[in-house]
């Protein structure tokens, strides 16, 4: 079995900073993208960062130039740098990745728990 597990989330004041973290851990063979959404209260779950196995990113444009994802293959874990945060960022973060299990298994998506990130103003 696969799991994702966030940390890093929390509160901070608005220009303020945070890391997040997401780990996966079990039998992995492979992972294919990885991915940060956000979901705000009474909205839908928003893409907000990509990062491929090869490294390419992308952002929506809300937090480009503010965020920045990386990942640790060797740790199977993906980071989100987050600066000059705005009371807009809160929500609850989670991760995403694809997933392959085996050498010759089905790739499957897995997400986290989620990690609760507030700014005040």
């Known amino acids: 079995q696969v799991q994702l597990v966030e940390s890093g989330g929390g509160l901070v004041q608005a220009g303020g900073s945070l890391r997040l973290s997401c780990a996966a851990s079990?039998?992995?063979?492979?992972?294919?993208?990885m991915r940060w959404y956000r979901q705000a209260p009474g909205k839908q779950r928003e893409l907000v960062s990509t990062i491929t196995s090869g490294g390419s990113t992308d952002y929506v444009d809300s937090v480009r130039g503010r965020f920045t994802i990386s990942r640790d293959n060797a740790k199977n874990t993906v980071y989100l740098q987050m600066n000059n945060l705005k009371p807009e960022d809160t929500a609850v973060y989670y991760c995403y990745a694809n997933i392959q299990q085996t050498m010759d298994g089905p790739r499957y998506n897995y997400w986290g728990q989620g990690t609760q990130v507030t700014v005040s103003s």
């Open positions: 079990g039998r992995i063979f492979s992972i294919n993208v």
